[in-house]
């Protein structure tokens, strides 16, 4: 058991009981460290007490007292991120740098200097007025705030070594085939993560001294306002890593902490899938292409947010990409540049959102329109009245299931007789993680898998065992599971006498015309494309005990299981 501060001191003759217990009565009135009471009291020094508090964390000691460490040491550190970090390289042993630092509590820094390093680092404790002395005569005085910082790290370069942290951590996210960025401050730490195959993995955990000066820099790459620490923000950079070309999608929000960062990183330069990648089966395909080369109408893609809707409907752009017709698109943001198609980003602040630019379109004689996203009546109202007017229109919203799209409609104050006029279909998906290829392995099926896939004992069935291409996860990559849903004449009459929006959504489910999420699922996993987990992640499905015969009744799927 580790001892003491006070039993370390009395132990070396440094104090006395008395001055201890006075020190202790003191901790009781102030929020005080002990060893600060006692140097307070004048029981002791300083420098006493932080040999103590090294022998107390197993560090060794230095003491920078009128001490200048090797100039060819303190250059290896940026004067910022010494005085950042409260850091002053002082020796070499054994291969490994020593840096001092004045809180044995601070051990996370380690990594950090690591990182900024590239060698092995050990920390020493030091006192921290020797230490502040050390710093002031190595790199001049500490001039670093919020704003300053900010602007040092936009000028400054490659050397600077934020500009190198953020440098690193999105070549990482690239060369992991990361989705988003998660930046996260904490009271004692700063923690980053990378999303991958739809699932959240810590890449690194630093100092929270590092946050400041990091969101700064990245406040000011995306032209957000650094001052401003209340309020949400959203902007964008433009990052090129390993040669390519990034869309960075910035979203800022204050927390207790401080503010999380959250980054969308979309590649300007990857390939957009083609109808046939989209992981649509062969009904499906044929159905899907059967509706968007109608001349007229509504089509909805919906799903959580991070469910492959867009590229579902780029897909279908590319598709109608030809040069008799004109297509044009209304996005927030533009995420991907097609050649051949307008593509236009709204701009609330100017009053350019997606109603306005809608109607701006009809007057722009297009046959293919896309509205990003169908968030309120006005729009919906505007989309589905340049459906009724010789344009395809596709569109998306955020619903559970295919048939929840017409009551997300009524919701909005749609009236059901002009969906039931314009709306053609609706496809509803999910992404899967996709089975690793290098490493999936054949075994038999056991009992979930006998249960969820209606498989024999007998049969065989693919399972993730982990690789070095897919990182030991199993999966690489994602695959979509569809649902969908054709609107044809029963259903646009159930939907005009329905009387509450849940007898279309029974209708719909009762209907010949609709396939569910379910089936779709279960072929993928039995194709050996994921696994039976993957299925129970984005689908509910009652799986029955060991004692029941009974069949699996489907219900419906997880609210968000894609939520970037």
Known sequence: MRKKLGEILLAAGAITEDQLRAALALQKQRTVLIGQALVEQGATDELTVFRALAKQARWPFVDLAERTP??????????????ELEALPVAEKDGALVV????????????????????????????????????????????????????????GGEESPIVRLVNRMFDEAVDQRASDIHIEPFADRMRIRYRIDGRLKIAAEHPVDVFAPLISHLKVSGGLDIAEKRRPQDGRIEHRSLGRDLDVRVSVLPTQHGQTCVMRLLDREANLLSLPDLGLNEQAHAWFRRLIERPHGLF???????SGKTTTLYAALQTLNRPDKKILTVEDPVE??????????????????????????????????????????ETAEVAIQASLTGHIVFSTVHTNDAPSA?????????????IATSLQGVLAQRLMRRLC??????QAAGVLEQQILGLSAKETIRRPRGCRRCNGTGFHGRIG???????????????????????????????????????????????????????LRITKVA???EDEDGPMSPVSPESNPDQP
């Open 70 to 83: 090797p100039r060819r040491l303190t250059e290896l550190l940026d004067g910022k991120a010494a005085w």
């Open 100 to 155: 001092a630092v004045a809180d044995p509590h601070k051990a996370v820094v380690t990594d950090t200097l690591h990182f900024l390093l590239d060698r092995e680092v050990v920390l020493a404790l030091a006192a921290p007025s020797a230490l502040q002395a050390a710093l002031t005569r190595v790199y001049g005085p500490n001039e670093a705030i919020a704003a300053p910082a900010a602007r040092a790290e936009s000028e």
């Open 300 to 306: 909805l893609v919906t799903g959580p947010t991070g």
């Open 336 to 377: 991907y540049r097609i050649p051949g198609i307008n593509q236009v980003q709204v701009h609330p602040g100017i009053g350019l959102d997606f109603s306005r630019v809608l109607r701006a379109f009809l007057r722009q004689a297009p046959n293919v329109v896309l509205v990003g996203e169908i968030r309120d009546r």
């Open 406 to 418: 017409v009551t997300r409609l009524l919701d909005m104050g749609v009236p059901p007789f002009l």
């Open 437 to 442: 290829t290098d490493c999936a392995e054949e």
């Open 481 to 535: 599971a569809f649902e969908w849903l054709e609107i044809d004449e029963k259903l646009r009459e159930a939907l005009f006498q329905a009387k509450d929006p849940n007898d279309f959504v029974r209708a719909a489910e009762a209907s010949s015309h609709w396939h569910p999420l379910l089936e779709d699922a279960v072929a993928k996993a039995k194709q050996g494309q994921t696994s039976v987990e993957e299925v």
């Open 543 to 545: 799986v029955a005990s």
